[in-house]
Every structure is written in structure tokens, then in C-alpha cells.
């Protein structure tokens, strides 16, 4: 019975010390054989979200200092040696009250086959904690083309995007919301690469005497341009006199999102099968691969041949500076249209906040449909782009509100201006 006895004892203190020796080992293993992921536990970032609407392709790291390094995945050009990084929009999953270093990279583009760094160009992004309210924060320049942002986590998530979003639901919810107006028709020309309906949105009975016609989103990192689009809509669909007086006088005709595909993959410049958008307009569009620019082609060339082609075309961007570009294609009617110009950026300065200006006297830059649409068709048309960074005219970084509220007062613009070149 003793032998026995002492037996089961040994027995139990076997099991006991093999329990604890497993026990070690597995706090050993948690303590030593995952650094990296208790570094970035005790580093306050968890997880770095793209895979929502929009969301920017990155991957990304820890370097021995702590800062997140976020590169950014290029969208190249077809048969050419360009490429674009610039959209950003990501969701941070972290610890509430950390405070995270950000470094962007892989910012050094390539256009027209030289390095051109958008890095001088990322001065501010915006932040939201629930992906709707947001918020602009400064960012800071470091050497070798590389941007450094630093945050206080609010909350498990935040949002950092380089502009305020505005995504394909977006643009779905501003069609929806406006389809049944009967001063509305929406018009599908086509499709985009990758399958999506492509929409022209005609405001007005199509009686007026004079049409305007605007198209956003060639480059899908430039949401401002959707937000401009979307504030001159719901303008001239108030119920108010000014509105109806706008529309007795001209008809406008909005493409709201031309590069759905780039816009949807989270893209900076091309569409889905590498062409830019805003560029071969000198030239029939290869409908493979811009099937978007052929379908606008296509619209365009019904308009002129119903006698309805728009009397005033313009192609709204984002950029770092927010310039008028007016082309100067060698054509017959160049000097009437610079003249026409002048009016539009004065009427610009006089109803809206902007104050940039336009380009010189020298400028051309050939195929965009600015240029192109004028070479072309004999149709006044401009690029208008938008400083990203700053509205110097209200002092202000820009947030979506602020764009669209020049949208709004674009309806002003196009009705003085009609009525003074009376094209």
C-alpha cells in the first residue's frame, strides 16, 4: 500500500513539472519569439485598414525608431516609363491616446519620363475618426522625398486621407437624390473599363439657349473636382428664383466621376487599363483602352451633331498650385478664346474665393481636353484646377464643404459669363 502510495505521488509530480515546464516555455515564446508584434502592441498601432471604398494600396513597416513607414504602390502609365503615388486614404487601428509617427514613401513619380517628386506637393492631409467629419492636420518634409505626419489616435480608428473622400457611393447617393427632379435627366453613355456606368447628368429642360458642361474625376486621387461637381448640382436644383433664372438662361451637363475604376481601387492618376484620361484628346479615343473618353467622345459628337454642343467646357482637377491652364492650341479662333478666358477668371474672382490666376501667355499643353476639345471641336474650353493644400482666397485649408460651395457659386459664374461673351 505505501509503494503504491509513493508512486501515484511521483506520478503527480511528473505531470505537475511538465505542466510547469510548458508553461515557461509558452510565456518564453510570447515574450521573445514575436517581437515585432509586441513592439507594435507597445507602439500603439495594430493594424493599418485599406481593404474599404477608396482605400489607398499600401504596405508597410516599423523602423527601429518607432515610425511607421507607409509606402505607397504606384498606378503606371501604358508604354511608358511614367508612374503616379499621391492618393492617400487609410484607416488606422490603434490604441486610443497613442501618438503615431507616419512617413510616407515611394513619392518620387515619374512624368513624361523624369522624377517629379509629389512630396512638395503633400503639405496637409485630413483626418476623421468616424470616416464623414473631417479635419485638416499639417504635415512636414523630409529629405529624400519623404512626408512625415504625426497623430494622437482619438479612438480605436482614425482616418487619414489625403483629401476629403469622395467615393463611388458618393456619387450614387448625389444621383439618387436628384433622379426623380424633373428639371433631371441622367444620361449612361457608356462604360467604364472595368464595367461601371458612366453617367452625364443634364440639369435644365435642355431649351435654355446656352450649355456649359463640366467633367470631374479624370485623376482619381483629385476628389475635390467630385465635391465642385456635386455643390454646382445641388445649386441649381434649389428651389429659388436665381435657380430657375439660371436655368431659363443655360442647360449644364456634369460628369461627376469620369475614372470610376481608379476611383474605386484606391488609384492616383491612370485608369484601369494605364491611360490617362486627360491626355490624347488631339486624337480620336482608343476605345480598349480609354473606353471613359471614348463614350464622353462618342456624347460629344451627338451634341454637335443635334446642334446642342456645349457652348463653355471645363475639366476640373486638384493639384499643388490650382491655376487656370488655358491651352493655346494653333488654331484660328486662339485669340477669341484667350479673350473669353480673361472674362471667365475675372468673373471667377469677382463670384467666387479663388485668387491663383491663370497661366501664361506661353502655356500649351497639348491633349488634354481643355486643349483638345478646342483643337478639335472649335469649343472654349479650360482645365481648372484646385490647390490641394490651401484656399488662399479664404485663408483656409480645403475640406469638401468648401468646394462645394464653389461649385455652388459657379451657377453665378456661367450665367454672367454667357451673358456677356454671348458665344
Excluded at 14 to 21: E, K, M, P, Y
Excluded at 88 to 104: D, K, N, Q, S, W
Excluded at 161 to 184: C, K, M, N, Q
Excluded at 348 to 377: I, M, P, Q, V
Aim: charged share 25%; hydrophobic share 40%; glycine share 8%.
Amino acid at each position: 500500500m505505501v509503494s503504491r502510495s509513493l508512486f501515484g505521488l511521483r506520478s503527480v509530480w511528473s505531470a505537475v513539472r511538465r505542466l510547469l515546464v510548458v508553461a515557461v516555455m509558452c510565456w518564453l515564446a510570447g515574450a521573445t519569439a514575436h517581437p515585432a508584434t509586441q513592439q507594435r502592441t507597445e507602439g500603439g498601432l495594430d493594424f493599418i485598414d485599406t481593404t474599404f471604398e477608396n482605400a489607398s494600396p499600401v504596405w508597410y513597416e516599423r523602423a527601429d525608431d518607432g515610425t511607421i513607414q507607409i509606402h505607397l504602390l504606384y498606378d503606371h502609365e501604358r508604354s511608358s516609363p511614367n508612374r503616379a503615388a499621391g492618393h492617400i486614404h487609410l484607416r488606422l487601428h490603434g490604441t486610443p491616446g497613442a501618438r503615431l509617427t507616419l512617413e510616407f514613401k515611394n513619392l518620387d513619380n515619374v512624368w513624361n519620363g523624369t522624377r517629379a517628386s509629389v512630396a512638395g506637393e503633400l503639405k496637409t492631409v485630413v483626418v476623421s475618426e468616424d470616416g464623414r467629419d473631417w479635419k485638416p492636420v499639417s504635415t512636414e518634409s523630409l529629405p529624400e522625398n519623404r512626408v512625415r505626419l504625426t497623430v494622437v489616435m482619438p479612438g480605436p480608428t482614425l482616418y487619414v486621407a489625403r483629401l476629403e473622400p469622395y467615393r463611388l457611393s458618393d456619387v450614387d447617393r448625389l444621383i439618387g437624390s436628384i433622379r426623380t427632379d424633373p428639371r433631371v435627366q441622367i444620361t449612361n453613355i457608356g462604360k467604364t473599363a472595368g464595367g461601371r456606368d458612366l453617367e452625364v447628368i443634364q440639369i435644365g429642360a435642355g431649351r435654355a439657349p446656352y450649355r456649359v458642361f463640366l467633367r470631374a474625376r479624370a485623376h482619381p486621387w483629385e476628389s475635390g473636382s467630385s465635391w465642385i461637381a456635386q455643390g454646382l448640382a445641388q445649386r441649381l436644383l434649389k428651389d429659388d428664383a436665381a435657380a430657375r433664372g439660371f436655368l431659363e438662361h443655360y442647360t449644364v451637363y456634369l460628369l461627376p466621376m469620369a475614372n470610376k475604376d481608379g476611383v474605386a481601387r484606391g488609384m492616383t492618376r491612370f485608369n484601369a487599363r494605364g491611360k490617362d484620361l486627360n491626355r490624347n484628346w488631339d486624337k480620336p479615343a482608343d476605345a480598349d483602352l480609354a473606353p471613359e473618353n471614348a463614350a464622353l467622345e462618342r456624347w460629344l459628337e451627338q451634341m454637335i451633331a443635334s446642334r446642342r454642343a456645349p457652348h463653355l467646357a471645363i475639366e476640373l482637377h486638384n493639384d499643388g498650385n490650382g491655376l487656370l491652364h488655358i491651352s493655346r492650341p494653333p488654331v484660328p479662333q486662339l485669340p477669341r478664346h484667350v479673350e473669353r478666358m480673361a472674362v471667365l477668371e475675372q468673373l471667377l474672382r469677382k463670384h467666387t474665393w479663388f485668387t491663383e490666376g491663370s497661366t501664361n501667355g506661353a502655356f500649351r499643353n497639348s491633349g488634354t481636353l481643355g486643349d483638345g476639345w478646342l483643337e478639335r471641336y472649335g469649343i472654349d474650353a479650360v482645365v481648372h484646377e484646385f490647390n490641394c493644400n490651401w484656399i488662399a482666397g479664404l485663408r483656409t485649408q480645403p475640406l469638401g464643404r468648401h468646394w462645394s460651395e464653389y461649385g455652388g457659386r459657379l451657377a453665378e459664374v456661367f450665367d454672367e459669363y454667357l451673358a456677356t461673351v454671348k458665344p
